[in-house]
């Protein structure tokens, strides 16, 4: 139990273009995602916390209207990197909680995203 | 500031030795504390949960909470190579108005040498 899947796994686009990622949990309803973006040797970094028919709560630093979050269903999140630029690219995870007190999440095996 | 202090290692352990991952961490009503391990190029999988002083134990893995010292460590027996990764600890936070979220320590590499 406990699945989340994302979609897609790798993608390659040119600069000024948008890109959607999907995040679904499969087995769980997830009152809350996450989305992560991690650079190469670094640690994870926070980029917002996404509630169920609500709006994203956003970090400190990140663009909310470059990175559109919307979780339509207790199962899907999309983030939209929108007019990605070369330092856009990154690995981008999300996480879905399974209970909101313990926070126990479960992340998804990530996208990597590579702006030209 | 709300911190979860982890060595970065590496830590390096023959085969079949108990590898030893420790954190500390600085929010005292952190209540759920997770060990998470993440293979190069890939994504963290939760490997151990913990919210209970003391000892938990699943397979090879056992974690360790004292929330007195604010300390949560997490033992491998048995090392094999296959368990060499970085092990991220991670603290549940109450950011207010009934949301939490993960704190992340950087993360330990393990490297089990054959």
């Known amino acids: 139990g406990a699945v989340v899947s994302q979609h897609p796994s790798r993608v390659i686009c040119k600069s000024g273009t948008s890109v959607k990622i999907e995040c679904r949990s499969l087995d769980f309803q997830a009152t809350t995602m996450f989305w992560y973006r991690q650079f190469p040797k670094q640690s994870l970094m926070l980029m917002a916390t996404s509630n169920e028919g609500s709006k994203a709560t956003y970090e400190q630093g990140v663009e909310k209207d470059k990175f559109l979050i919307n979780h339509a269903s207790l199962t899907l999140s999309t983030l939209t990197v929108t007019s990605a630029h070369p330092e856009d690219s990154s690995f981008y995870i999300c996480?879905?909680?399974?209970?909101?007190?313990?926070?126990?999440?479960?992340f998804g095996p990530g996208t990597r995203l590579t702006v030209l | 500031q709300k911190e979860v202090e982890q060595n970065s290692g590496p830590l390096s352990v023959p085969e079949g030795a108990i590898a030893s991952l420790n954190c500390t961490y600085s929010d005292r009503v952190s209540q759920s504390f997770f060990w998470y391990r993440q293979y190069s190029g890939k994504s963290p999988e939760l490997i151990m949960s913990i919210y209970s002083n003391g000892d938990k134990e699943d397979g090879r893995f056992t974690a360790q909470l004292n929330k007195a010292s604010q300390y949560v460590s997490l033992l491998i027996r048995d090392s094999q190579p296959s368990d060499s990764a970085t092990y991220l600890c991670?603290?549940?936070?109450?950011?207010?108005?009934?949301?939490?979220?993960?704190?992340f320590g950087k993360g330990t590499k393990l490297s089990v040498i054959p």
């Open positions: 991670a603290v549940n936070e109450n950011t207010g108005a009934g949301s939490y979220q993960l704190t």
């Open positions: 996480s879905a909680n399974r209970g909101a007190y313990y926070n126990e999440q479960f």
